[in-house]
């Protein structure tokens, strides 16, 4: 998925070349803010100014974090990536130069500038590139503040630096007669730019034209005259003088021609450009600027790139470039680098002779000695040389010639390290925009303008320029149908490759030309890694010395090293597809299935020891351990790098039947997803391994999924009570049978949060006490402190706060003993609520703090989200200015979290705050939408404690009627969940308010 940002114009994001809308004006601001600061931090205050433009409202910091959070979730890759990271006090949007426009032209007109001298036919088309980019006006849809219109500003006069840049190159190029046009339109709009004004003068003098020339002069004059006050400066008034006086000096100079004085043969060896030849604009030039610099030693240029990447086409569309530039002619020979017998440097030495001149008679049989005569031949003449498609370095090595005036361009798949001296250039696929316009050079303009299938097109073809080719030819010669057809047709994976192919051309044949040229081991991996039909493999799950050949034949592609410093590998989607072929017709699917059981047995190992070593969990291991091993990698960083992998292992291991292999990878994850929000990935994998484990009858794997998938419940997820209780008590039936006490006393505590949330206290206390005596018999001390969290959490919603208060103290001492930072923060989170509750709002607060902190340290966002609603509530019974601040935080979190709970404790918060202010119905809207939440949760207490809240908000507004109707609702809830004390204080309320 490639992400692109477009600011010289209309805004626009792009996701694979398809626009896609950010319509929240606010939200536009906000992400041109942090385009405009690219891979730069940026404070909130700042975000806030731009957005608001000096008049914030109170919620502005609040806002922004929601818009953030909004963005995000836009901006987000397949896997829940974003580009927007957190930095202190703001955030960071990270993009690639490639990503945005105004990178990409700066980068343009620096290559420009830096080949002017040398190579201004380039520099004028990276200037023009650069200027097509510019869709409008910068951030034209924008409602910039300050900083955004300084900025759109900037980029007008670049554009305009630009434009006068480009005419004085094609000044000196003498193409006199199509600037005039331009420039014509350029000083109308821009009539005080002198460096223009003085352009558009010379190019009328040297049309022949002095008269109008000399009109430009005087209607520039009187502009600067009238609207600055000036008189024109020194460089347009010379200049004025010179034409009155048609001074020679500015006639255009009469270009230089090399031509050769040998009456030798100049061989031009180099097949025909490619007519329609698209994209790569930089590079070419790069390539052009590499070989033509002028060096007293040999100039070697080696392009290297996958198969299909088009690095011949590129070769020879540079070569005709560089004609001029190597007046004594072009050698060229295919080496053969892609078959099983490559071209001996003997028969390409005696080519290259026989083209320089060399009568067959004189040519020596020793290679070597050929290599020689070469040598001699072409130290006194400027010779380039293209050897397409080499093997390796020690071929190129044999035909190189010595001459500081000749230069050589090599291309092959592998980079050809071995080639002392020589500059690189890695060739990738296209970008989207290369792509399509390679697509629309080929087909007609009409049919091109069918962007959204074009889009769709060059997508599926991965943005290989062989297969692009290919697909633009097919559709050209389809013309009576739809883009659409071809679209749908690519769309199968089982006949893409039967579609990309036309003539001579075929994307199958070049994979497997390819692929023939490979040693058999590394044949053989390359179908085994396509059978495992996993998103990318590191050297460590397929420990095979020919992972290196494949990547050495850029059939698997080098995707840098992971967070853990491990390099990962991948396929390309169409390299993909052919090894898959390979795999189903030459791979028996026993040989299959074992392949991927080898490789689950090693990313189980390493994931079971990961887990193990994780400073948190929520549920007991399976079979129990007391033990915990050590090694010296991080467990997370390790988790973050393979959660995909992990993810695609256990969906793979269920379809194929491997249902042990599936369950227990599940596993592995679940605590790694449900501690660091992943909790898609941890359902997804645990209802495919699920379904795999039922239908093998695999019990103990059932019991530990539903028992996960119990721990799991979050309340807003699309989870129910019934579903979580369904869950827990078939694991827990399955878990004692099975005799596994520790999951058995995981599965009992799920039961009773049921109980607890419904307030079914006397249920919930009962499953409490058996799981107490399952963790008991195994010393599984994490079990214990669970229950002691739970215990806690009832006698508080019953009113006993001083049990209340034990079960807290002895659940933090048992976190601090065992290291768990998020049951410690629970704890600490219990009690400052019995403080509270208690009306000490201070220790409240400290004791808050205290577990936010912990929660922070320890990377666990959603308890984070918990303790900022918690500490808002407590700031604001205190009358703290930043209560509003960190409520606000809190619903931000919650929300980027999904957690409804965390989103109604914050709104709860925020609603006591605008009671105490006065704001009663803003407090009615936070507490309204709160008891919305906690009805959705199945929470009846916290519910019972907002209407108590709402009440008195209603009561603020005079609102008679509605403050009885939320205080009788919230007493009716107390006397149900047997709160006594909390129902009786709202009958005497109730009583006074008669």
């Given at each position: 998925m490639?992400?692109?940002?477009?600011?010289?114009?209309?805004?626009?994001?792009?996701?694979?070349?398809?626009?896609?809308?950010?319509p929240?004006?606010?939200?536009?601001?906000?992400?041109?803010?942090?385009?405009?600061?690219?891979?730069?931090?940026?404070?909130?205050?700042?975000?806030?100014?731009?957005?608001?433009?000096?008049?914030?409202?109170?919620?502005?910091?609040?806002?922004?974090?929601?818009?953030?959070?909004?963005?995000?979730?836009?901006?987000?890759?397949?896997?829940?990536?974003?580009?927007?990271?957190?930095?202190?006090?703001?955030?960071?949007?990270?993009?690639?130069?490639?990503?945005?426009d105004?990178?990409?032209?700066?980068?343009?007109?620096?290559?420009?500038?830096?080949?002017?001298?040398?190579?201004?036919?380039?520099?004028?088309?990276?200037?023009e590139?650069?200027?097509?980019?510019?869709?409008?006006?910068?951030?034209?849809?924008?409602?910039?503040?300050?900083?955004?219109?300084?900025?759109?500003?900037?980029?007008?006069?670049e554009r305009?630096?630009?434009?006068?840049?480009?005419?004085?190159?094609?000044?000196?190029?003498?193409?006199?007669?199509?600037?005039?046009?331009?420039?014509?339109?350029?000083v109308?709009?821009?009539?005080?730019?002198?460096?223009?004004?003085?352009?558009?003068?010379?190019?009328?003098?040297?049309?022949?034209?002095?008269?109008?020339?000399?009109?430009?002069f005087?209607?520039?004059?009187?502009?600067?005259?009238?609207?600055?006050?000036?008189?024109?400066?020194?460089?347009?008034?010379?200049?004025?003088?010179?034409?009155?006086?048609?001074?020679?000096?500015?006639?255009?100079?009469?270009?230089?021609?090399?031509?050769?004085?040998?009456?030798?043969?100049?061989?031009?060896?180099?097949?025909p450009?490619?007519?329609?030849?698209?994209?790569?604009?930089?590079?070419?030039a790069?390539?052009?600027?590499?070989?033509?610099?002028?060096?007293?030693?040999?100039?070697?240029?080696?392009?290297?790139?996958?198969?299909g990447?088009?690095?011949?086409?590129?070769?020879?569309?540079?070569?005709?470039?560089?004609?001029?530039?190597?007046?004594?002619?072009?050698?060229?020979?295919?080496?053969?680098?892609?078959?099983?017998?490559?071209?001996r440097?003997?028969?390409?030495?005696?080519?290259?002779?026989?083209?320089?001149?060399?009568?067959?008679?004189?040519?020596?049989?020793?290679?070597?000695?050929?290599?020689?005569?070469?040598?001699?031949?072409?130290?006194?003449?400027?010779?380039?040389?293209?050897?397409?498609?080499?093997?390796?370095?020690?071929?190129?090595?044999?035909?190189?010639?010595?001459?500081?005036?000749?230069?050589?361009?090599v291309?092959?798949?592998?980079?050809?390290?071995?080639?002392?001296?020589?500059?690189?250039?890695?060739?990738?696929?296209?970008?989207?925009?290369?792509?399509?316009?390679?697509?629309?050079?080929?087909?007609?303009?009409?049919?091109?303008?069918d962007?959204?299938?074009?889009?769709?097109?060059?997508?599926?073809?991965?943005?290989?320029?062989?297969?692009?080719?290919?697909?633009?030819?097919?559709?050209?010669?389809?013309?009576?149908?739809?883009?659409?057809?071809?679209?749908?047709?690519?769309r199968?994976?089982?006949?893409?490759?039967?579609?990309?192919?036309?003539?001579?051309?075929?994307?199958?044949?070049?994979?497997?030309t390819?692929?023939?040229?490979?040693?058999?081991?590394?044949?053989?991996?390359?179908?085994?890694?396509?059978?495992?039909?996993?998103?990318?493999v590191?050297?460590?799950?397929?420990?095979?010395?020919?992972?290196?050949?494949?990547?050495?034949?850029?059939?698997?592609?080098?995707?840098?090293?992971?967070?853990?410093?491990?390099?990962?590998?991948?396929?390309?989607?169409?390299?993909?597809?052919?090894?898959?072929?390979?795999?189903?017709?030459?791979?028996?699917?026993?040989?299959?299935?074992?392949?991927?059981?080898e490789?689950?047995?090693?990313?189980?190992?390493?994931?079971?020891?990961?887990?193990?070593?994780?400073?948190?969990?929520?549920?007991?291991?399976?079979?129990?351990?007391?033990?915990?091993?050590?090694?010296?990698?991080?467990?997370?960083?390790?988790?973050?790098?393979?959660?995909?992998?992990?993810?695609a292992?256990?969906?793979?291991?269920?379809?194929?039947?491997?249902?042990?292999?599936?369950?227990?990878?599940?596993?592995?994850?679940h605590?790694?997803?449900?501690?660091?929000?992943?909790?898609?990935?941890?359902?997804?994998?645990?209802?495919?391994?699920?379904?795999?484990?039922?239908?093998?009858?695999?019990?103990?794997?059932?019991?530990?999924?539903?028992?996960?998938?119990?721990?799991?419940?979050?309340?807003?997820?699309?989870?129910?009570?019934?579903?979580?209780?369904?869950?827990?008590?078939?694991?827990?039936?399955?878990?004692?049978?099975?005799?596994?006490?520790?999951?058995?006393?995981?599965?009992?505590?799920?039961?009773?949060?049921?109980?607890?949330?419904?307030?079914?206290?006397?249920?919930?206390?009962?499953c409490?006490?058996?799981?107490?005596?399952?963790?008991?018999?195994?010393?599984?001390?994490?079990?214990?402190?669970?229950?002691?969290?739970?215990t806690?959490?009832?006698?508080?919603?019953?009113?006993?706060?001083?049990?209340?208060?034990?079960?807290?103290?002895?659940?933090?001492?048992?976190?601090?003993?065992?290291?768990?930072?998020?049951?410690?923060?629970?704890?600490?989170?219990?009690?400052g609520?019995?403080?509270?509750?208690?009306?000490?709002?201070?220790?409240?607060?400290?004791?808050?703090?205290?577990?936010?902190?912990?929660?922070?340290?320890?990377?666990?966002?959603?308890?984070?989200?918990?303790?900022?609603?918690?500490?808002?509530?407590?700031?604001?019974?205190?009358?703290?200015?930043?209560?509003?601040?960190?409520?606000?935080?809190?619903?931000?979190?919650?929300?980027?979290?999904?957690?409804?709970?965390?989103?109604?404790?914050?709104?709860?918060?925020?609603?006591?705050?605008a009671?105490?202010?006065?704001r009663?119905?803003?407090?009615?809207?936070?507490?309204?939408?709160?008891?919305?939440?906690?009805?959705?949760?199945?929470?009846?207490?916290?519910?019972?404690?907002?209407?108590?809240?709402?009440?008195?908000?209603?009561?603020?507004?005079?609102?008679?009627?509605?403050?009885?109707?939320?205080?009788?609702?919230?007493?009716?809830?107390?006397?149900?969940?047997?709160?006594?004390?909390?129902?009786?204080?709202?009958?005497?309320?109730?009583?006074?308010?008669?």
């Open positions: 490639t992400w692109t940002y477009r600011v010289l114009g209309p805004m626009q994001v792009c996701r694979d070349g398809a626009p896609v809308p950010v929240a004006a606010k939200r536009r601001i906000l992400l041109s803010y942090l385009l405009m600061k690219a891979n730069e931090p940026v404070i909130i205050d700042d975000l806030v100014e731009e957005i608001w433009a000096g008049s914030p409202p109170a919620s502005a910091t609040a806002n922004v974090r929601t818009y953030v959070a909004g963005l995000r979730r836009s901006l987000s890759d397949g896997a829940g990536a974003s580009p927007i990271l957190a930095r202190p006090g703001g955030y960071e949007l990270r993009v690639a130069s490639s990503q945005l105004v990178s990409e032209v700066r980068e343009r007109v620096l290559r420009a500038r830096a080949v002017a001298g040398s190579v201004p036919f380039d520099a004028a088309r990276l200037y590139l650069a200027l097509e980019a510019w869709r409008g006006e910068s951030l034209a849809d924008v409602a910039v503040g300050p900083a955004l219109a300084e900025y759109a500003a900037r980029l007008e006069e305009r630096v630009i434009v006068e840049d480009l005419v004085e190159l094609k000044l000196a190029l003498g193409r006199v007669t199509e600037i005039v046009p331009l420039l014509r339109r350029f109308t709009d821009n009539p005080l730019r002198e460096r223009a004004q003085g352009q558009l003068m010379l190019a009328l003098y040297r049309c022949g034209d002095a008269s109008a020339s000399l009109e430009v005087a209607r520039a004059r009187a502009a600067l005259v009238d609207q600055l006050g000036l008189e024109p400066g020194p460089d347009l008034v010379l200049l004025h003088r010179a034409i009155l006086e048609r001074d020679p000096a500015l006639d255009p100079a009469a270009p230089a021609v090399t031509l050769s004085t040998s009456d030798r043969p100049v061989p031009f060896l180099t097949p450009d490619v007519a329609d030849f698209t994209g790569r604009a930089e590079t070419v790069r390539c052009v600027a590499l070989l033509e610099q002028g060096h007293a030693t040999l100039r070697v240029l080696a392009v290297s790139g996958p198969p990447v088009g690095k011949s086409a590129l070769a020879v569309h540079v070569a005709h470039r560089l004609r001029a530039r190597f007046p004594d002619g072009q050698l060229y020979a295919d080496l053969g680098g892609d078959r099983s017998v490559p071209a440097p003997g028969d390409v030495l005696g080519l290259f002779l026989r083209a320089l001149g060399v009568p067959p008679a004189r040519l020596p049989e020793d290679p070597d000695e050929r290599l020689g005569l070469l040598r001699t031949e072409l130290a006194e003449r400027r010779v380039l040389v293209v050897l397409d498609n080499a093997a390796d370095a020690a071929q190129v090595r044999a035909l190189l010639p010595s001459a500081g005036g000749c230069a050589v361009l291309t092959g798949r592998a980079r050809l390290a071995g080639l002392a001296g020589a500059a690189f250039v890695d060739l990738d696929t296209f970008t989207p925009a290369e792509a399509g316009a390679l697509f629309a050079a080929v087909v007609s303009p009409a049919r091109a303008g962007t959204a299938a074009v889009a769709e097109i060059v997508r599926l073809c991965g943005f290989l320029p062989l297969a692009v080719r290919i697909a633009a030819a097919r559709a050209a010669g389809e013309s009576r149908y739809p883009l659409a057809a071809l679209a749908g047709r690519l199968d994976e089982r006949r893409r490759l039967a579609e990309l192919t036309v003539g001579d051309l075929d994307v199958r044949a070049s994979l497997a390819a692929d023939a040229s490979l040693p058999p081991e590394a044949r053989r991996l390359l179908r085994i890694l396509a059978a495992l039909d996993l998103p990318d590191t050297e460590e799950a397929v420990p095979d010395g020919a992972v290196r050949q494949l990547v050495a034949a850029r059939l698997l592609e080098d995707q840098g090293p992971d967070a853990t410093g491990r390099a990962r590998y991948r396929f390309h989607d169409l390299v993909r597809l052919f090894a898959v072929e390979r795999a189903e017709c030459e791979l028996p699917a026993a040989e299959r299935r074992a392949a991927l059981r490789v689950c047995a090693r990313l189980l190992a390493r994931a079971t020891d990961a887990d193990a070593r994780l400073e948190r969990r929520t549920v007991a291991p399976i079979p129990y351990t007391a033990t915990v091993p050590t090694g010296d990698d991080d467990p997370v960083r390790w988790f973050e790098a393979e959660r995909h992998v992990l993810v292992a256990v969906h793979r291991a269920a379809r194929a039947g491997l249902a042990d292999a599936a369950w227990r990878l599940a596993a592995a994850l605590a790694f997803c449900e501690l660091y929000g992943y909790y898609a990935d941890a359902v997804d994998t645990h209802r495919a391994a699920l379904a795999a484990c039922r239908a093998a009858g695999v019990r103990l794997g059932v019991a530990v999924l539903l028992r996960n998938l119990a721990d799991l419940h979050v309340s807003g997820r699309g989870f129910t009570l019934d579903d979580k209780l369904a869950w827990a008590s078939e694991a827990r039936d399955l878990l004692v049978e099975l005799r596994e006490p520790a999951g058995a006393a995981d599965a009992w505590l799920s039961c009773a949060d049921v109980h607890r949330a419904r307030g079914e206290y006397e249920e919930a206390l009962r409490l006490a058996a799981s107490l005596d399952a963790a008991r018999q195994v010393g599984y001390r994490l079990g214990e402190l669970h229950v002691h969290q739970m806690g959490m009832v006698h508080r919603a019953r009113g006993r706060t001083d049990l209340a208060g034990e079960c807290a103290e002895a659940a933090l001492a048992v976190a601090r003993e065992v290291g768990s930072p998020r049951d410690e923060s629970v704890a600490l989170g219990m009690l609520l019995l403080a509270a509750s208690g009306g000490d709002h201070a220790t409240a607060a400290e004791r808050f703090a205290r577990g936010h902190a912990v929660a922070t340290a320890s990377g666990d966002p959603l308890q984070e989200a918990f303790m900022l609603a918690h500490l808002g509530s407590a700031y604001a019974t205190l009358g703290r200015r930043d209560a509003a601040s960190v409520l606000g935080r809190a619903l931000v979190r919650s929300r980027e979290q999904g957690s409804a709970f965390g989103e109604a404790l914050a709104l709860l918060g925020l609603g006591e705050l009671v105490a202010q006065d009663p119905d803003e407090a009615v809207e936070h507490l309204d939408a709160a008891g919305v939440l906690w009805r959705r949760c199945g929470t009846p207490f916290p519910e019972a404690r907002t209407l108590r809240v709402l009440g008195s908000a209603h009561a603020a507004r005079g609102d008679v009627a509605g403050a009885r109707d939320a205080w009788t609702a919230a007493r009716d809830l107390f006397h149900r969940l047997g709160n006594d004390d909390a129902a009786h204080d709202l009958d005497q309320l109730l009583k006074a308010e008669a």
